[in-house]
């Protein structure tokens, strides 16, 4: 069965630092990834999704993931933080079946300090 | 461009009280599902739909139900509200349950039972 660990519940960067969100999947089959972005009171935002084309994806805001299949990782970068990056971040992965189901981390709540 | 749609925004019940979460998507998509957010557990899919008429249980379906008489539309229903059922309640629609669509998601629907 499909399962996704996110590796700190909560993470504090300083403006302009890096950000390194972890992820790490268990997977039967050739994964699918996403990562999505949530702001306060908001829904989720898809900001990159892996789906076997290329190992380093590019998403929106300057985020981007590489996939590592010996690592069954999937970490999220970003090489410069910035204030309005403050929001939640979970990571996805598809459940392989055909219920179209998507299996979340548990969630990395991002901290920006000024 | 409304995307997924859900009202209410929040709603406050009394135990034992049934109520409606609505969710509707102007983007023609074959997919809908329900999703409940619970700190510290990321999201959890309660019921889904491929197509009108077709619906099917997700992981934690007990005390909801869902019907689809519309692409557009896909409510859930709470029969007899639990304290247990309060979250935040998410629709997510996509193209079609492929593994690699993504999902978008509406602003929620924060409910307390009390």
């Known amino acids: 069965a499909q399962s996704v660990t996110q590796l700190g519940s909560h993470v504090s960067v300083s403006e302009g630092a890096l950000v390194l969100l972890r992820c790490n999947y268990s997977?039967?089959?050739?994964?699918?990834l996403f990562w999505y972005v949530q702001y306060p009171n908001q829904g989720l935002q898809l900001l990159l999704k892996?789906?076997?084309?290329?190992?380093l994806v590019k998403g929106i805001n300057g985020f981007e993931a590489e996939f590592k299949k010996s690592e069954t990782s999937f970490h999220l970068t970003k090489p410069s933080a910035h204030m309005s990056d403050a929001a939640e971040y979970f990571c996805?992965?598809?459940?392989?079946?055909?219920?179209?189901?998507?299996?979340f981390g548990q969630g990395t709540t991002l901290q920006v300090k000024p | 461009n409304a995307g997924v749609t859900q009202t209410p925004k929040f709603q406050v019940l009394k135990t034992g009280q049934s109520m409606t979460l609505q969710c509707a998507q102007d983007?023609?998509?074959?997919?809908m599902s329900w999703y409940r957010q619970d700190p510290g557990m990321g999201l959890r899919l309660i019921h889904y739909?491929?197509?009108?008429?077709?619906?099917d249980q997700g992981e934690v379906p007990n005390g909801y139900n869902v019907s689809r008489s519309t692409t557009e539309d896909f409510p859930l229903r709470l029969l007899s509200a639990a304290p247990s059922q309060t979250s935040v309640y998410f629709c997510?629609?996509?193209?079609?349950?492929?593994?690699?669509?993504?999902?978008?998601f509406g602003d929620g629907t924060r409910l307390s039972i009390l």
């Open positions: 997977s039967s089959v050739p994964p699918y």
């Open positions: 997510a629609s996509s193209l079609t349950r492929t593994v690699n669509q993504p999902q978008h």
């Open positions: 739909s491929v197509g009108a008429g077709i619906t």
């Open positions: 892996y789906t076997s084309a290329a190992t």
């Open positions: 983007m023609n998509h074959e997919y």
């Open positions: 996805a992965v598809s459940d392989g079946g055909n219920t179209g189901k998507l299996i």
